[in-house]
């Protein structure tokens, strides 16, 4: 793990030494785990007991749809982003990355609708923005399995090809 993430992390782990208690800082540390590419399960480890001590944090509910989702379990991920989606609201980013799920799981039809509900949220979105999320949240943050590193990339070129071909029509809808 690269010295800016551990020092994170050290200071991270004095915080909930003293502060064991508090969620969050279990929450920031899952997020610096996910972001650093270090453990998929170590983060959705800190998310889960996060979510255990402080329900009301949703965002646990974003990354641990982030996580599931690195792990190929897609359905999964879309029951997390699902409840991230019902206690915060409408949010562009994670209807992306629901889309992403779906393509995956083979579902173009379900990927196609949440597509058109982020470009109605966000109609500035575009395919360049659009993959960039995708690599900001998902490629570049882990080492993937290669089984699941396919499916995801083939899905994003997919989800990017429904967005170039479908973006007039859904802007105008």
């Known amino acids: ?6 020092k994170a992390l050290d200071e991270i782990d004095e915080l909930i030494r003293l502060n064991p208690e508090d969620g969050f800082y279990y929450f ?3 997020t610096v785990i996910y972001h650093s590419g270090s453990s998929i399960r170590d983060a959705l ?4 007991y996060s979510l255990r001590l402080k329900p009301n944090l949703v965002e646990n509910h974003l990354f641990m749809g982030y996580c599931k989702m ?5 359905y999964d991920a879309i029951a997390e982003l699902n409840s991230f989606i019902e ?3 409408n949010e562009p980013n ?4 629901e889309a992403l799920c779906f393509m995956a799981a083979g579902d173009k039809t379900k990927a196609q609708e949440l597509l058109e509900k982020a470009v109605a949220l966000a109609p500035a ?3 360049q923005a659009v993959q960039q999320q995708f690599n900001d949240l998902v490629f570049n943050q882990m080492e993937l399995p290669e089984k699941i590193k396919i499916a995801l990339k083939a899905a994003a070129s997919d989800v990017i090809s429904l967005f170039q071909k479908g973006i007039s029509e859904v802007c105008h809808k």
């Open 1 to 6: 793990m690269a010295g800016k993430f551990e």
């Open 28 to 30: 920031v540390k899952g």
């Open 45 to 48: 480890s800190m998310f889960e």
């Open 70 to 74: 690195c792990e190929g379990k897609f």
């Open 87 to 89: 206690q915060k609201g």
């Open 94 to 97: 994670s209807y992306l990355m």
């Open 125 to 127: 979105l575009t395919a």
